[in-house]
T-cell receptor, first 116, second 111 residues
């Protein structure tokens, strides 16, 4: 069983809606990630939080807004999305982000987002 | 040249055979290497990590790393139909723990 949980499992939203994806990890990890995965493609990194601070933003459009309220929680706020933003959104966590460390990333089950 | 390359497959093997999955990477500074298994419609599941040259075994899985050749592989012994999935090779680059994924190899184990 994964110790990274994500809600909701499925989300359908219109282009004018505002919604949020939620992620929680119970492993005491200090780094959390958002990935986007399109069908038949590998995951693509969007954001990295380390010790609750944003450390990497992979030039993601501002209609995606991440938030890390504490080291266990990660949110992704969505606003004015486009149909091409429809994808599986994956949250992951790891012990940390130090170079040279192991820092295996563990994924949650994902939220399948459809933008209509 | 893609940063992480995998043969997309599908790779078909009979039940009980050894499945061999390969991955090459372009950044010589890469330090950590991971194999994830992803079933259709599910999220990636970490199955192996390797950091030093040589072999690392875990049950039916063996990961092999050759940094000089920039090559990492995954062997699955006694393949089972339940091993049928997409296998993603991931390489960690530098600070921030950014993982770069290959496109994945589809494995089909036929009973």
């Amino acid at each position: 069983d994964t110790e990274v949980t994500q809600t909701p499992k499925h989300l359908v939203m219109g282009m004018t809606n505002k919604k949020s994806l939620k992620c929680e990890q119970h492993m005491g990890h200090r780094a959390m990630y958002w990935y986007k995965q399109k069908a038949k493609k590998p995951p693509e990194l969007m954001f990295v939080y380390s010790y609750e601070k944003l450390s990497i933003n992979e030039s993601v459009p501002s209609r995606f807004s991440p938030e890390c309220p504490n080291s266990s929680l990660l949110n992704l706020h969505l606003h004015a999305l486009q149909p091409e933003d429809s994808a599986l959104y994956l949250c992951a966590s790891s012990q940390g982000v130090l170079a040279g460390g192991t820092n295996e990333q563990y994924f949650g089950p994902g939220t399948r987002l459809t933008v209509t | 040249q893609k940063e992480v390359e995998q043969n997309s497959g599908p790779l078909s093997v009979p039940e009980g055979a050894i499945a061999s999955l390969n991955c090459t990477y372009s950044d010589r500074g890469s330090q950590s290497f991971f194999w994830y298994r992803q079933y259709s419609g599910k999220s990636p599941e970490l199955i192996m990590s390797i950091y030093s040259n040589g072999d690392k075994e875990d049950g039916r899985f063996t990961a092999q790393l050759n940094k000089a050749s920039q090559y990492v592989s995954l062997l699955i012994r006694d393949s089972q139909p339940s091993d049928s999935a997409t296998y993603l090779c991931a390489v960690k680059r530098g600070y921030g723990n950014k993982l770069v994924f290959g496109a994945g190899t589809i494995l089909r184990v036929k009973s």
